[in-house]
């Protein structure tokens, strides 16, 4: 079981547009022809920041374009969050407002012998990686640039806490890093 940190950004290191805007990601390519499919059969588990739940309830439609769903996932979903949040009929959500290390006990126990997947933000990835849960972060890098945003990892990571396990060309603007968290 891995606690992991799937997500895209572009060049410039940044997951979204200040406005939390998704629109530089969809055209750079498909989501089937990524190492998606494989990586959400094999999640368990699923958590997110208050910003990327948010987005997702806002682009409903959108999403079940790209996913075949307005919540795209079966398996049970912690949202970190102090504010009351829009409810998702017939979704396993917890709304949640409590230190990391307090609550990953219990997204491993729902996981079962699946993994963890930290959808979004960078700062909720960082909360995980500080308090030594953070075993892997795959990133997709878009070709493309936005100048400023919501920062992918807002953390100073210096080597060799990083291991570089693979480098994958996905299509013409995308490439796929897979990197191995030293925790020790």
């Not at 699946?114 to 795959?138: M, S």
Request: glycine share 8%; net charge negative.
């Amino acid at each position: 079981m891995k606690t992991q940190y799937y997500t895209a950004t572009s060049l410039d290191g940044f997951l979204a547009t200040e406005d939390d805007s998704l629109d530089w990601l969809f055209p750079l390519g498909d989501i089937n022809q990524s190492s998606y499919p494989e990586f959400i059969a094999k999640v368990g588990a699923v958590v997110m920041g208050s910003a990327t739940y948010e987005w997702m309830v806002k682009h409903a439609e959108q999403v079940a374009q790209e996913t075949g769903a307005p919540w795209p996932y079966a398996q049970p979903t912690w949202v970190f969050t102090s504010r009351q949040l829009p409810i998702i009929e017939n979704a396993d959500i917890q709304f949640v407002n409590t230190d990391v290390k307090q609550i990953h006990k219990d997204m491993q126990i729902a996981a079962k012998d699946k993994n963890i997947w930290i959808v979004g933000g960078g700062d909720l990835a960082g909360q995980f990686f500080d308090a030594g849960l953070l075993d892997e972060i795959i990133v997709q890098v878009g070709s493309a640039t936005l100048g400023s945003g919501k920062p992918l990892f807002p953390r100073r990571v210096l080597s060799p806490r990083l291991e570089l396990q693979s480098c994958q060309k996905m299509g013409i603007g995308m490439v796929e890093l897979r990197y191995k968290v030293n925790n020790s």
